[in-house]
Each structure stands twice: as C-alpha cells, then as structure tokens.
Nanobody, 116 residues
Framework: QVQLVESGGGLVQPGGSLRLSCAAS????????MGWHRQASGKQRELVAV???????NYGDSVKGRFSISRDDAKNTLYLQMNSLKPEDTAVYYC??????????WGQGTQVTVSS
C-alpha cells in the first residue's frame, strides 16, 4: 500500500505559478511511476503529467511547456511546478502512484483555482 498526501493548491491569477507537492509513504519500492491528474467540475479526470521510475516524463498536450513534474527521492516527494497558469487549469489535482499495473493509489486532492 502507498499513501499519498498532496499540498500546495490555492488561488492564483492567470499567468501566475504554483507548485504542488505530494508526499508518499508506505510501499515506495513498489511504485513504477507517479503522476498528477486533474478533474475540473463537470469533466472527466485527465492525466496531466507522469514521471517514471527511470525519470522519463510525459505530459498532457494542454500543459506541455508550462508544467514540470519532478521528485525528491530523499524526501519521497513528487512535485508539479505549474507556470503560465490559465483559467482552464482550474481543477482538483490528484497525485497518484502506478503499482500492480494500474493507478492504484490516490491522494485526497488539492484545489487549484486560476482566476482574476
């Protein structure tokens, strides 16, 4: 079992930046990849960014060039640096861990609101 706790959400103006954090605990060695997903009101959850155990990264088309995923292995923490934020980035952001061939562990979510 992997436990995930997100932090760092909030209200930001268009064009601003935020950094989300996700602290992981439990069966860390079982994690193949970690990712950030988001769900806007009335929409399906979408994959934002993925970071593999081999440090490979992948981003959703809507965030490429603006968001950056990274991790600090010493702190067992995953980050999502979000720059040039747009109102359409408003959503609840979830941290997840890919284990046993699926996104099986999820954090509680953190709200990001981009508005003037």
């Amino acid at each position: 079992q992997v436990q995930l706790v997100e932090s760092g959400g909030g209200l930001v103006q268009p064009g601003g930046s935020l950094r989300l954090s996700c602290a992981a605990s439990g069966s860390i060695s079982s994690i193949v990849a970690m990712g950030w997903h988001r769900q806007a009101s009335g929409k399906q959850r979408e994959l934002v960014a993925v970071l593999g155990r081999d440090s490979s990264t992948n981003y959703g088309d809507s965030v490429k060039g603006r968001f950056s995923i990274s991790r600090d292995d010493a702190k067992n923490t995953l980050y999502l640096q979000m720059n040039s934020l747009k109102p359409e980035d408003t959503a609840v952001y979830y941290c997840s861990a890919f284990t046993n061939f699926r996104w099986g562990s999820w954090g509680q979510g953190t709200q990001v609101t981009v508005s003037s």
